[in-house]
């Protein structure tokens, strides 16, 4: 990247309620986009607001250091640091993912593997709609 570095926010309404047997169910509203027939990997999804939260903490200061977030989150600092570079994944490769437009087969350990941080790179190699 050149010149300034560019955040992404990602934000997902969500409303919660909760069905017999009293477990929680989260509805997301239906968009234009996926028009509620959502293929959306939800542990990609996860993956992605866990990553984007953590980015955020480590931004406003919350903590120093990886390992700091990792001891607070109490989960090994490799796995933090592999789940934290989806935060470079390319606006338009986070937005297929959460629209269920991710190619065929992508799981979250193949996302974790090292990937291009050039945008334009990472839409290359995919299969995005």
């Known amino acids: ?17 909760k069905p017999r047997g009293g477990r929680k169910l989260m509805i997301a509203p239906v968009s234009t986009t996926n028009r509620g027939s959502s293929t959306a990997d939800i542990t990609l999804v996860k993956a992605l607001a866990r990553a984007f ?5 480590m931004e406003a200061g919350r903590y120093g250091t990886i390992n700091e977030l990792a001891a607070a989150e109490k989960i ?12 470079l994944l ?24 090292p990937f291009p941080v050039e945008w334009e790179q990472q839409i290359s190699i995919g299969a995005w709609d």
């Open 53 to 57: 939260r953590w980015r955020r903490m």
């Open 76 to 87: 090994n600092s490799s796995y933090v640091s592999r789940l934290l570079r989806l935060t």
């Open 90 to 113: 390319a606006p338009h490769v986070v937005e297929a993912i959460l629209d269920g437009g991710q190619p065929e087969g992508m799981t979250l350990p193949g996302l974790m593997e």
């Open 1 to 17: 990247m050149t010149g300034a570095a560019q955040m992404l926010t990602v934000r997902v309404p969500l409303a919660g309620r």
